[in-house]
């Protein structure tokens, strides 16, 4: 009878953060343990989204640091109960389990909403730099800086605001922007287009593609890989408004963009992209620890 109480304490204790320490009547542990399991894991996240931690640890300690807390208090509240306390009834349990719960879901609802994010990247129109399955770190609120040119974001969708994006911004407000073929220019200055070649990338279908590649770079700053080759067609330049950005994927032959929809309001910007916490490869059913880090 004992090993299944001390069981039930450590199952409680696992599942609801301090509904172990509930079970056996120790209300001041099972409160602390309430709150400190879902601040543990507020505060990786803060880390993270002040670069305090880097994107490649974000999973480990957020499962870590608030698993070892369940971990040990499910140990503790099972040994209590080998020690002799006595068992609250199971519907008092609930109802702290319940509270408990709920305190965690909404310390996660606000972390989500005001200051870090996972999504999934479920499209290739962020090839090569995002691929199907990674799953990237979105700073909300005030820990997203002011968009800039080559920053990548997470929006609303213009036309449907029932869906986001994740794109790269090339045109700020102010700025007139077109695009030659696939390159863009601003103020009739163009991107600098170099390493021109080919590569292999797999979309969301798991089918392997060749397509073109070269590395673009905005005046003054880092270059980065875009898909699609040179065309000579020329676009009519768009003059932005002063609470506009201009995006575009990185896989310009294949993605839904400002040169379809037209410029971005800046109020429907969510968040910025900075890094990957983990990826998983959808097509051969494995995890690529290779590709958690910050975005270059």
Same mark, same amino acid.
């Given at each position: 009878?004992?090993?299944?109480?001390?069981?039930?304490?450590?199952?409680?204790?696992?599942?609801?953060?301090?509904?172990?320490?509930?079970?056996?009547?120790?209300?001041?542990?099972?409160?602390?343990?309430?709150?400190?399991?879902?601040?543990?894991?507020?505060?990786?996240?803060?880390? @993270?989204?002040?670069?305090?931690?880097?994107?490649?640890?974000?999973?480990?300690?957020?499962?870590?640091?608030?698993?070892?807390?369940?971990?040990?208090?499910?140990?503790?509240?099972?040994?209590?109960?080998?020690?002799?306390?006595?068992?609250?009834?199971?519907?008092?349990?609930?109802?702290?389990?319940?509270?408990?719960?709920?305190? @965690?879901?909404?310390? +996660?609802?606000?972390?989500?909403?005001?200051?870090?994010?996972?999504?999934?990247?479920?499209?290739?129109?962020?090839?090569?730099?995002?691929?199907?399955?990674?799953?990237?770190?979105?700073?909300?609120?005030?820990?997203?800086?002011?968009?800039?040119?080559?920053?990548?974001?997470?929006?609303?969708?213009?036309?449907?605001?029932?869906?986001?994006?994740?794109?790269?911004?090339?045109?700020?407000?102010?700025?007139?922007?077109? +695009?030659?073929?696939?390159?863009?220019?601003?103020?009739?200055?163009?991107?600098?287009? #170099?390493?021109?070649?080919?590569?292999?990338?797999?979309?969301?279908?798991?089918?392997?593609? @060749?397509?073109?590649?070269?590395?673009?770079?905005?005046?003054?700053?880092?270059?980065?890989?875009?898909?699609?080759?040179?065309?000579?067609?020329?676009?009519?330049?768009?003059?932005?408004? #002063?609470?506009?950005?201009? +995006?575009?994927?990185?896989?310009?032959?294949?993605?839904?963009?400002?040169?379809?929809?037209?410029?971005?309001?800046?109020?429907?910007?969510?968040?910025?992209?900075?890094?990957?916490? +983990?990826?998983?490869?959808?097509?051969?059913?494995?995890?690529?620890?290779?590709?958690?880090?910050?975005?270059?």
């Amino acid at each position: 009878m004992i090993v299944a109480r001390a069981c039930i304490a450590a199952l409680w204790a696992l599942v609801v953060p301090g509904a172990g320490h509930a079970y056996v009547g120790d209300l001041r542990t099972a409160l602390t343990v309430m709150f400190l399991a879902p601040a543990l894991g507020a505060l990786v996240c803060l880390c @993270t989204a002040t670069g305090w931690i880097p994107p490649e640890l974000f999973v480990p300690l957020a499962l870590g640091a608030p698993g070892l807390v369940l971990v040990a208090t499910a140990v503790s509240a099972a040994w209590s109960v080998v020690k002799g306390a006595e068992t609250w009834n199971g519907s008092a349990v609930a109802s702290f389990a319940f509270g408990s719960a709920f305190l @965690t879901v909404g310390a +996660m609802a606000i972390v989500h909403a005001e200051v870090l994010s996972l999504r999934r990247i479920a499209s290739s129109s962020m090839l090569p730099l995002l691929e199907v399955g990674d799953y990237v770190l979105v700073r909300r609120g005030q820990f997203a800086p002011e968009a800039l040119r080559g920053q990548i974001l997470e929006f609303r969708f213009p036309r449907d605001r029932r869906f986001t994006y994740v794109q790269r911004v090339i045109g700020v407000g102010g700025e007139e922007v077109s +695009m030659t073929g696939f390159v863009p220019e601003i103020d009739g200055a163009a991107f600098v287009w #170099s390493e021109p070649g080919t590569g292999e990338w797999r979309g969301a279908d798991c089918t392997v593609r @060749t397509d073109d590649r070269a590395t673009e770079t905005p005046e003054g700053q880092s270059g980065y890989t875009v898909l699609g080759g040179q065309l000579d067609s020329k676009d009519k330049p768009l003059r932005l408004g #002063s609470d506009e950005l201009f +995006m575009l994927s990185d896989n310009r032959s294949n993605a839904d963009d400002s040169r379809r929809w037209g410029p971005l309001p800046r109020r429907d910007v969510s968040g910025q992209v900075f890094g990957i916490a +983990m990826s998983w490869d959808p097509c051969e059913g494995r995890l690529r620890s290779q590709r958690a880090g910050a975005l270059p």
